[in-house]
């Protein structure tokens, strides 16, 4: 039985989140130092209105959190991010050093935001399954996340998705959620940033993970260092199959899944996919119950 540490993606960032992390003096003077600009001021209200500085904070506070984890004994088998939470769970997994996920996040934001800096994003469609929804869909539009059997999340322009929403709403949709994202993740339009990402990526040198690194967008475990650095560079061009993954982690006997802050999104989507075992967000259960659950887990073994 083995435990999984997951990394959020874009949307429950908030003003401040860098302010209580733990060792947290010390991850942000490695964070600006690397950077060359004072990481503490990143998670500031202003600039999160930006994808460069939404995607770092996320960065910064997932490897702080499992770090943190790690010191106290908890060690996990497995790690998984939606989206840029694929880079931390790249570095805790020991794929990737912590120094090149912050250049390349750094880059990464700033190629999304460039290619779109306005008039795109995402919008969540809960209560229709992919059959039901795909047929909605217009040549602006295109299928980002599959999350949950009925919680799926579309990307494309303002215009398009609201269309899509209207239509996804008449056709028995539960809910239709902007989400606070201001670029058309995880769908062909990311295309052409994700090859510049991926040029970048020649100049850095991957590990073979010390644990098995699952990727979000595929739903399949990872070992080889060059098909981690194409998973990690296209992810923001490719579908996020959140579902799948979470399935195939359960398959590989995973039976405690611990959400890294910030948010508890994911750990109710992993609920749902589970068929046994535990999902915990560390957020609001707190470390010592962290702790707890996977030492009862490891008795088990």
Known sequence: MKILLTFPGQGPQRAGMLQQLPAGDEILRHASEVLGE????????EALRHTRAVQLCLLIAGVAHARALQERGLFPDMTCGLSIGAYPAAVIAGALKFEDALRLVSLRGELMEQAYPHGYGLTAIIGLT?????PLLDEQSWIANINAEQQLVIAGSDAAMQRVAEKALSAGAQRVHRLAVSVPSHCALLAGPAEKLAEAFQSITL??????YLSGSSGRVVWQPEQIADDLAFNMSRTVRWHEAMIAANEREVRLA???PPGAVLTGLTRQAFSEGEALSLEQGGSDL???LAKRLRNQR
């Not at 004072?38 to 209200?45: E, F, H, K, P, R």
């Open 258 to 260: 611990i959400e890294m």
């Open 207 to 212: 590990s073979r993970p010390r644990t098995a």
């Open 130 to 134: 992919l059959s039901q929804l795909e």
């Open 38 to 45: 004072q990481a503490t001021a990143l998670d500031s209200a």
């Open 290 to 292: 962290a702790l707890t």
